[in-house]
């Protein structure tokens, strides 16, 4: 074999890549190797192989998935660095959303006070047609806005008024890096049709404690401590559980939204 061809071990010692490592990139495509010799099976790169084997272990610092370290890989260098960079300011973002949940958590004893605006009231038996989706956080507020305006023109569409409150629930804690369901709900009267993925449904009568979220908490980090306080104060009325998923209402009592809970009392 001429010295034109590197054997694998040679290879992953130049580009710093173990055997493993080597033996996955191949199995994936994104690394195959020049030429196997079919009756010992080794492997040989050729050295101009070297440069991709060396960006893709870079690239593979930085976490990045198989399947983007491919397409990264077969971009020309100006169209990676753009990637990248968009990439990065992603990674950036996140990190921030993430050190403002931490920041949330650390103060989220209620030194604002807003325990002390929580109330209680009964909530009658509500029909609403509503959407239930899975998303993060960071896509919450576009499912809210479209979902809204699909569900409105529904309404419209079926004769029926379509000025009634928003309704958004949260059947799990959902972050910038964990998703989980929501559903969104207009309330409506009379019949209407679902259609596509519109439902309708009743929201049985309930006692829901609530707080009318003040300005500059109705975004994160700061709604989180909404949610603590509602939760402080259940946590400090024995008779009084929590039953189901909370939810924001949207006009709020003389706030832009409320976070509620229902409860037994």
Same mark, same amino acid.
């Not at 492997?43 to 084997?53: H, K, N, V």
């Not at 807003?114 to 919450?140: C, E, F, I, M, Y």
């Not at 939810?247 to 509620?260: H, K, L, M």
């Given at each position: 074999?001429?010295?034109?061809?590197?054997?694998?071990?040679?290879?992953?010692?130049?580009?710093?890549?173990?055997?493993?490592?080597?033996?996955?990139?191949?199995?994936?495509?994104?690394?195959?190797?020049?030429?196997?010799?079919?009756?010992?099976?080794?492997?040989?790169?050729?050295?101009? %192989?070297?440069?991709?084997?060396?960006?893709?272990?870079?690239?593979?610092?930085?976490?990045?998935?198989?399947?983007?370290?491919?397409?990264?890989?077969?971009?020309?260098? %100006?169209?990676?660095?753009?990637?990248?960079?968009?990439?990065?300011?992603?990674?950036?973002?996140?990190?921030?959303?993430?050190?403002?949940?931490?920041?949330?958590?650390?103060?989220?004893?209620?030194?604002?006070?807003?325990?002390?605006?929580?109330? %209680?009231?009964?909530?009658?038996? =509500?029909?609403?047609?509503?959407?239930?989706?899975?998303?993060?956080?960071?896509?919450?507020?576009?499912?809210?806005? =479209?979902?809204?305006?699909?569900?409105?023109? %529904?309404?419209?569409?079926?004769?029926?008024?379509?000025?009634?409150?928003?309704?958004?629930?949260?059947?799990?804690?959902? =972050?910038?890096?964990?998703?989980?369901?929501?559903?969104?709900?207009?309330?409506?009267?009379?019949?209407?049709?679902?259609?596509?993925?519109?439902?309708?449904?009743?929201?049985?009568?309930?006692?829901?404690?609530?707080?009318?979220?003040?300005?500059?908490?109705?975004?994160?980090?700061?709604?989180?401590?909404?949610?603590?306080?509602?939760?402080?104060? =259940?946590?400090?009325?024995?008779?009084?559980?929590?039953?189901?998923?909370?939810?924001?209402?949207?006009?709020?009592?003389?706030?832009?939204?409320?976070?509620?809970?229902?409860?037994?009392?």
């Amino acid at each position: 074999m001429a010295r034109e061809h590197l054997l694998a071990g040679e290879f992953g010692a130049a580009a710093r890549l173990s055997p493993k490592a080597l033996r996955l990139y191949a199995e994936q495509g994104l690394l195959p190797p020049a030429w196997v010799d079919p009756a010992t099976g080794y492997r040989y790169y050729r050295p101009d %192989q070297l440069p991709r084997a060396r960006l893709i272990a870079r690239l593979r610092r930085l976490g990045l998935p198989l399947a983007r370290i491919a397409a990264l890989a077969d971009l020309s260098p %100006q169209d990676r660095a753009l990637e990248l960079r968009g990439w990065l300011h992603a990674q950036r973002c996140l990190l921030d959303d993430r050190a403002a949940v931490v920041e949330a958590v650390q103060g989220s004893s209620d030194g604002s006070g807003l325990a002390d605006a929580v109330a %209680q009231r009964d909530v009658p038996v =509500t029909k609403v047609l509503g959407r239930r989706r899975r998303t993060d956080s960071t896509a919450l507020h576009g499912l809210m806005n =479209t979902a809204e305006q699909d569900i409105r023109a %529904q309404l419209r569409a079926c004769g029926l008024a379509a000025d009634g409150p928003r309704f958004v629930f949260f059947e799990d804690l959902i =972050t910038p890096d964990s998703d989980g369901y929501v559903e969104v709900a207009v309330a409506c009267g009379g019949p209407v049709e679902p259609v596509d993925d519109l439902h309708v449904r009743l929201v049985p009568a309930h006692t829901a404690v609530y707080l009318p979220v003040p300005p500059g908490y109705q975004s994160l980090p700061l709604i989180l401590r909404v949610y603590d306080a509602i939760e402080a104060w =259940t946590d400090a009325h024995p008779g009084v559980v929590c039953t189901g998923h909370p939810y924001e209402i949207y006009p709020g009592t003389g706030s832009r939204f409320d976070v509620a809970y229902p409860v037994a009392v």
